[in-house]
Every structure is written in C-alpha cells, then in structure tokens.
C-alpha cells in the first residue's frame, strides 16, 4: 500500500532478495503450504517480453536477467536467449551450455508432449531465487543457426506462452542480414518490447538507428 513505512518496506526487499516468502499481514489470512507454488493464472494472458537494443552494451542481457528473475519468483516465467550474433545468458548463469536452443529444434517436435519433454529436456533452473523460473540457453556455435527456421521459433514461443505466464526474449541489437531474422520476428511476435539504452550520447544515438 501506498501508505507503507519505509521500515516495513526495507523489511519486505531484504526477505524478497534472500528468496523468502513475505511475512503474512495480521488481518490476511494465512495461505496454506500446499498452495504456496505458483502455477499460471488462467485469467492472466501470457505475455511474451523482448528486450533488444542498440550496438554496444546497455546491459540488455542483465535487465533480462533481472526481470526474468524477478517475475519467476512469483509466476512461471522462461528466459530465452535468442541472441543468434552473441549469447551470453549461459555465460552469466553459469547454465550448462550444452542444453539449448539448437538442442530443441533437433529434437523435432511435433505433438504437444513431445514438445512438453523436449522443453523440459532442454531448461534449466533460473535461480535459487526464483523458484518457478527457468531458462533456454541461446545457440552455442555459429554453423548451428541454420537449424532454427522461423517456422521452429514461431511454434516454440506459442509452446511456452502455452507453459509459461511469462516469456522473456533476449534478442541481439542486429536487424539487417541473413543471421538475423529470428530477431525480427522475435520482435514482431512479442506483446512487449523493452529497448535499452544508456543515456550518454553515443548510447542514445545508437539506440535511435536501432528504432529506425
């Protein structure tokens, strides 16, 4: 509420950075263990996140972190590293990196529960602090891109939103070229975009070609 303390507030981001669960209110009521999980909420429409930006490094790849971490701490969210030029969230999360993008779309899935095993085959846990986040390694090798075909992506993104409350897309900052079109269509897909940028002149003028 708007009329919280600021101690109380302090209170309430210490226990949300260690990953527990907010001290319950006196006048609310307590929720019982069992029903402590997140599963998606059927009057939430999921929503597909995809964070690009312009040349150089605004910290896209943090912020999606960050929010993919912060929103699997209360809902199912996935993290997808699309960045088919350079991925680094395997790096950052220190995932294993041999679980990935390519490694689902060689598996070919074609029914609903093959597609269900092989997401489950390919994501690994996001944090210790975000109990219900996982995410998708990006391609590890550049001779592999040839295997994500649009059509695969365009499936895979309807088979999260299917899983997932949340779908958090990190694409690159190219647009233009033969290696890019998953990241427009990465782009076209999505419900939100966040373009990061810094604020020094030669980040926004990079983030304004980017917009062009």
């Known amino acids: 509420p708007l009329e919280t303390g600021a101690?109380?507030?302090?209170?309430?981001?210490?226990?949300?950075?260690?990953?527990?669960r907010p001290p319950v209110a006196p006048d609310e009521p307590e929720t019982p263990a069992e029903t402590r999980s997140a599963p998606r909420d059927p009057t939430v429409r999921p929503?597909?996140?995809?964070?690009?930006?312009?040349?150089?490094?605004?910290g896209r790849t943090t912020i999606a972190i960050s929010l993919a971490t912060a929103l699997g701490a209360v809902a199912p969210t996935v993290l997808?590293?699309?960045?088919?030029?350079?991925?680094?969230i395997a790096a950052c999360l220190d995932a294993n990196?041999?679980?990935?993008?390519?490694?689902?779309a060689h598996a070919e899935p074609l029914t609903t529960r093959e597609w269900d095993h092989a997401i489950d085959q390919e994501t690994q846990p996001l944090s210790p602090r975000s109990p219900h986040g996982v995410v998708l390694c990006g391609v590890?090798?550049?001779?592999m891109r040839a295997k994500l075909a649009p059509q695969f992506f365009e499936r895979l993104l309807a088979e999260l939103r299917r899983r997932y409350q949340y779908v958090?897309?990190?694409?690159?900052?190219?647009?233009l070229g033969a290696d890019v079109g998953?990241?427009?269509?990465?782009?076209?897909?999505?419900?939100e975009?966040?373009?990061?940028?810094?604020?020094?002149?030669?980040?926004?003028?990079?983030g304004r070609a980017a917009l062009r």
Do not use: C
């Open 193 to 206: 975009i966040l373009m990061v940028i810094t604020t020094d002149l030669v980040g926004l003028w990079h």
């Open 7 to 20: 101690d109380v507030l302090q209170q309430a981001l210490m226990v949300a950075a260690r990953g527990e």
């Open 168 to 175: 958090i897309v990190d694409v690159g900052a190219d647009f």
């Open 80 to 88: 997808v590293d699309a960045d088919m030029n350079g991925p680094t």
């Open 182 to 191: 998953l990241h427009r269509l990465a782009i076209s897909l999505a419900h």
């Open 47 to 58: 929503a597909v996140l995809t964070l690009t930006s312009g040349h150089g490094s605004p």
């Open 97 to 104: 990196p041999t679980r990935n993008l390519y490694m689902l």
């Open 140 to 143: 590890p090798k550049a001779d």
